[in-house]
């Protein structure tokens, strides 16, 4: 009997522990909002929620690239805009300046126009982004264009610009080049338009020299039309990604909360169901404990 009552005390004892460490990690879990307290009670959730911080330490990232390249890409367009609008003025200017009927005073004005014209694309060409460095040009901070005292223009741009990543394998440049949006297979745009605006000025008396230059006027319309499709094509993609990105951020942190968070609802019944017990199974023990021989024997 003694051995019977030993055995009964043990297996109480042991039963209450059993049921306080449950309701201990129960409560813990409620508190925290937490499945585990350590990456060691799971190893193998652990290497996966490290493996999903890395994951959102590169979604970050990616992010601000294609947060930052969305915006130089948007501006880049607009902009364009604004030189294809300008080039298409410097085309009818041209027409214009071709037709035989005009007098030199005529074409002389038109000559003032189209240096405007020619002023008005280098400060588009030269046009800062947000962080004040030239949109076309550039990391150094110097102008994209830089007209020189000959009359001839540089394009202080490199023949390309870097591209940032904006997924794993996946990179995109945020913006174009000077010299890409000016220099066509007809030439140097600018330097087209100021020798035209010069000659007209001057006194051209046939406006041969407008019509010498017209198919180079429309390649070089053609050109800015064909850069600005291909930063269109790259705001396209941009935002693709970003809608992807969104789309696996939001899975990979449902996958992270279903792995890591507490389920409050199911762990507060639990918690319950295991405190009615442990009360119980308490209860029990203290009335086991109070008994004696002489009292169990009687």
Same mark, same amino acid.
């Given at each position: 009997?003694?051995?019977?009552?030993?055995?009964?005390?043990?297996?109480?004892?042991?039963?209450?522990?059993?049921?306080m460490?449950?309701?201990?990690?129960?409560?813990?879990?409620?508190?925290?909002?937490?499945k585990?307290?350590?990456?060691?009670?799971?190893?193998a959730?652990g290497?996966?929620?490290?493996?999903?911080d890395?994951?959102n330490?590169?979604a970050?990232?990616?992010?601000?690239?294609?947060?930052?390249?969305?915006s130089?890409l948007?501006?880049?367009?607009?902009?364009?805009?604004?030189?294809?609008?300008?080039?298409?003025?410097?085309?009818?200017?041209?027409?214009?300046?071709?037709?035989?009927?005009?007098?030199?005073?005529?074409?002389? %004005?038109?000559?003032?126009?189209?240096?405007?014209?020619?002023?008005?694309?280098?400060?588009?060409?030269?046009v800062?982004?947000?962080?004040g460095?030239?949109?076309?040009?550039?990391?150094?901070?110097?102008?994209?264009?830089?007209?020189?005292a000959d009359?001839?223009?540089?394009?202080?741009?490199?023949?390309?610009?870097?591209?940032?990543?904006?997924?794993?394998?996946m990179?995109?440049?945020?913006?174009?080049?000077?010299?890409? %949006?000016?220099?066509?297979?007809a030439?140097?745009?600018?330097s087209?338009?100021?020798?035209?605006?010069?000659s007209?000025?001057?006194?051209?008396?046939?406006?041969?020299?407008?019509?010498? %230059?017209?198919?180079k006027v429309?390649t070089a319309?053609?050109?800015?039309?064909? %850069?600005?499709?291909?930063?269109?094509?790259?705001?396209?993609?941009?935002?693709?990604q970003?809608?992807l990105?969104?789309?696996?951020?939001a899975?990979?942190?449902?996958?992270?909360?279903?792995?890591?968070?507490?389920?409050l609802?199911?762990?507060?019944?639990?918690?319950?169901?295991?405190?009615?017990?442990l009360?119980?199974?308490?209860?029990?023990?203290?009335?086991l404990?109070?008994?004696?021989?002489?009292?169990?024997?009687?």
């Amino acid at each position: 009997m003694q051995i019977s009552s030993s055995l009964m005390f043990d297996r109480s004892a042991s039963r209450m522990g059993t049921l306080m460490a449950i309701a201990a990690k129960l409560q813990t879990q409620i508190a925290t909002g937490k499945k585990m307290t350590s990456p060691s009670e799971d190893v193998a959730v652990g290497q996966q929620l490290a493996e999903f911080d890395r994951k959102n330490i590169d979604a970050a990232a990616y992010t601000s690239n294609m947060n930052m390249s969305a915006s130089m890409l948007s501006q880049a367009d607009t902009t364009l805009d604004s030189i294809v609008t300008q080039m298409q003025r410097a085309t009818e200017l041209t027409v214009r300046a071709g037709n035989g009927s005009l007098s030199v005073q005529d074409r002389q %004005v038109i000559g003032d126009e189209l240096k405007a014209v020619v002023d008005t694309l280098i400060g588009l060409g030269n046009v800062s982004d947000s962080n004040g460095r030239a949109l076309f040009g550039s990391a150094s901070g110097t102008p994209a264009i830089t007209k020189n005292a000959d009359g001839t223009f540089t394009y202080n741009t490199a023949p390309s610009l870097s591209e940032v990543p904006i997924a794993d394998n996946m990179s995109i440049q945020p913006t174009e080049t000077a010299a890409r %949006v000016f220099q066509s297979p007809a030439g140097d745009t600018l330097s087209i338009l100021s020798q035209l605006a010069a000659s007209l000025q001057a006194g051209d008396t046939t406006g041969e020299s407008a019509r010498n %230059v017209l198919d180079k006027v429309n390649t070089a319309t053609d050109q800015v039309s064909i %850069v600005q499709s291909s930063v269109g094509a790259r705001a396209a993609r941009v935002e693709l990604q970003q809608t992807l990105q969104e789309n696996i951020s939001a899975d990979r942190e449902e996958l992270r909360s279903s792995l890591e968070d507490t389920d409050l609802t199911s762990a507060a019944a639990e918690f319950a169901k295991t405190m009615t017990i442990l009360n119980a199974t308490q209860s029990s023990f203290s009335k086991l404990s109070q008994l004696s021989l002489f009292s169990y024997l009687r």
